[in-house]
């Protein structure tokens, strides 16, 4: 392995901390892989058989709604890792991966895995600080969408002039949340429209109701004996006025 992949070994969330010797021991157990755009590394429900530490580009983690859409739920870049949770819980792959742009990775099969975390005590603690990692953005994204949900409650849509388009590069957890929300963007720009169209058809309702109750009650009043009578006295008074 090269002295250039070894440096981007240890520029990852996982291994940034390990020693010369930890990361070459890393690096001898992995297999370089490259994917063009749009191809898939993963998919939702394929076996977890192994573990990706990204080197160069960026792939976005998807899964489906009920109607088989696609949702975008993470996106990641060079020093981020795919696929060490499957791993662990040794489940099918929980959601899938597709390459934004051109893609270089290291595969780390499950028993590479296995041996590093039993052999090398500073690789097994690079992995739970990823973990802790994950879980951190986790907890972020949460809080994300309970905070926007509880504004979408209330009618409050101010917080969707801030959104961005999902980017390459998205700052802290906090901005990458935002931007990877762009599903729950959607579904609550189409509930504001929705609010919108209701008020406005409720507007037209309510003018429609106004003109009709403006009418009945116009006929009830020249339906009247008064007015009958009123209207007599009028046309007496006109008829003598135009003898005049």
């Given amino acids: ?6 440096q981007k070994i240890h520029q990852t969330d ?12 890393v690096a001898a157990k992995t297999t370089l892989r490259k ?6 590394m993963m998919r939702k429900g394929d076996p977890a058989d192994s573990f990706y530490l990204i080197l160069e580009g960026h792939l976005k983690i998807v899964t489906t709604d009920a109607r088989g859409e696609e949702i975008i739920i993470n996106k990641v870049g060079p020093g981020e890792a795919i696929g060490e949770l499957a791993l662990v819980d040794e489940r099918p792959r929980s959601a899938g991966a ?23 005590l500073d690789v097994a603690l690079g992995i739970l600080r990823g973990l802790s990692n994950r879980l951190r953005f986790s907890t972020t994204y949460i809080e994300k969408v309970i905070d926007w949900s509880q504004k979408t409650a209330e009618g409050d849509y101010s917080f969707l002039e801030n959104t961005q388009p999902l980017t390459n590069s998205a700052g802290t957890d906090d901005d990458k949340a935002a931007q990877l929300l762009s599903t729950f963007y959607s579904m609550v720009r189409k509930v504001k429209a929705r609010e919108e169209g209701l008020k406005q058809e409720l507007e037209r309702l309510s003018f429609e109701i106004d003109q009709e109750r403006r009418k009945k009650e116009f ?8 007015y009958a009578k009123l209207k007599e006295q009028a046309q007496t008074i006109r ?5 005049l």
């Fill in 219 to 226: 006929e009830e009043i020249t339906s009247t004996e008064f």
């Fill in 1 to 6: 392995m090269t002295g250039d992949v070894l």
């Fill in 35 to 40: 994917f063009s755009t749009d191809a898939a």
């Fill in 98 to 120: 597709i390459a934004l742009d051109e893609v270089e990775a290291l595969e780390l099969t499950r028993d590479a895995f296995f041996e590093l975390l039993a052999q090398r």
């Fill in 14 to 25: 996982f291994f940034k901390e390990l020693s010369d010797d930890a990361l070459a021991a």
């Fill in 239 to 243: 008829k003598k006025r135009q003898g």
